[in-house]
């Protein structure tokens, strides 16, 4: 079993940066792929990075691709997603998401969420 818990959530101006980071439960945290997805209002729950268990490899949308970032610290058992550049479409709740081994684009093929937290990007 594995909880995870976001934070760095909040409201900001358009061409802001935030930081999002999300803290994992659990002693296997390099065996799983982490990603970061994101549901706006009416909207379905969509991809937004993800990286593998190494953090090796990073993926990433095309609408956030060189704005955003993400990265992992196994020791600390966190991922996090720097975003750069915000616009008022990143608008959100953004969610972290694990699965064991290999990673997917498709939000049904993880196995563990978190509650997520919400991103506000004001014009």
């Known amino acids: 079993q594995v909880q995870l818990v976001e934070s760095g959530g909040g409201l900001v101006q358009a061409g802001g940066s935030l930081k999002l980071s999300c803290a994992a439960s659990?002693?296997?945290?390099?065996?799983?792929?982490m990603a970061w997805f994101r549901q706006a209002p009416e909207k379905e729950r969509e991809f937004v990075a993800r990286?593998?268990?190494?953090?090796?490899?990073?993926y990433y949308a095309d609408s956030v691709r060189g704005r955003f970032t993400i990265s992992r610290d196994n020791a600390k058992n966190t991922v996090d997603l720097q975003m750069n550049s915000l616009k008022p479409e990143d608008t959100a709740v953004y969610y972290c998401a694990s699965r064991l081994w290999v990673g997917s684009w498709d939000r049904s093929d993880y196995d563990y969420w978190g509650q997520g937290t919400q991103v506000t990007v004001s014009s």
């Open positions: 659990g002693r296997t945290f390099s065996s799983y792929s």
């Open positions: 990286i593998t268990g190494s953090g090796g490899s990073t």
